[in-house]
């Protein structure tokens, strides 16, 4: 007789599962990391956060002349830049944006350490125009020039140089800013911020 096979025989195999032919998701980026950014960017990222919680606490009627989207934008801007400002452009920016608040009774005032370094030149406007107005003692070779006009200084025009101190003392008070303006014009990281910096020092053209 035939031998006979007591194994029970296999069943039909199962059908292979269909494959997921589409792409898996990418992955999202890992969030940029706040210690992998250098101290003195948080430092100054840390204080663009206080000034905007506090102007918004603090003052009695912010927004009513610039609206709040604007300062939360101006305020976004100038912190994705920190890295590629210096802190003396920094400082000046956000004298400008509580500037353009239009409160003449709210400003940011420098610190101490802008004050630091100042030209030997006292400058002075006579109607709507500077003229060389005064040296301290040591400095007689600007006797000569004494009442001739400044036209500009390392070739950018004083109208330009007035724009830029008008945007960090009151945009909205001509009159006010001419005033005041005027020291601006003997501090280096002013004239540095706006734009007189490609030259090692600072030529008075009259």
């Not at 801007?77 to 400082?91: C, F, K, M, P």
């Not at 301290?136 to 950018?156: D, S, T």
């Not at 909205?172 to 734009?195: I, M, Q, S």
Request: include cysteine; glycine fraction near 4%; charged fraction near 25%.
């Amino acid at each position: 007789t035939a031998c006979q096979n007591n194994e029970t025989p296999a069943s039909e195999p199962a059908e292979p599962p269909m494959e997921n032919t589409q792409p898996e998701p990418a992955a999202p980026p890992e969030p940029e990391q706040d210690s992998e950014l250098p101290q003195r960017e948080k430092d100054w990222m840390e204080d663009i956060e206080f000034l905007r919680t506090e102007y918004k606490k603090s003052h009695l009627d912010p927004f009513y002349l610039c609206t709040e989207e604007e300062f939360d934008w101006k305020l976004d801007q100038l912190a994705g830049r920190v890295a590629e400002l210096s802190d003396n452009d920094i400082t000046f920016e956000i004298m400008a944006i509580i500037a353009g608040m239009g409160d003449v009774h709210t400003a940011a005032l420098e610190p101490a350490y802008v004050l630091d370094e100042t030209l030997a030149v006292g400058v002075r406007y006579f109607g709507e125009r500077l003229y060389l107005y005064g040296y301290p003692k040591g400095y007689e070779q600007f006797e000569l020039h004494l009442m001739q006009e400044v036209v500009a200084i390392n070739g950018i025009d004083i109208a330009y140089l007035r724009k830029k101190a008008e945007s960090v003392l009151d945009p909205h008070n001509v009159w006010h800013t001419k005033e005041n303006a005027v020291f601006l014009y003997r501090l280096p990281a002013f004239l540095d911020w706006a734009g007189c910096d490609y030259q090692e020092g600072y030529t008075f053209q009259i």
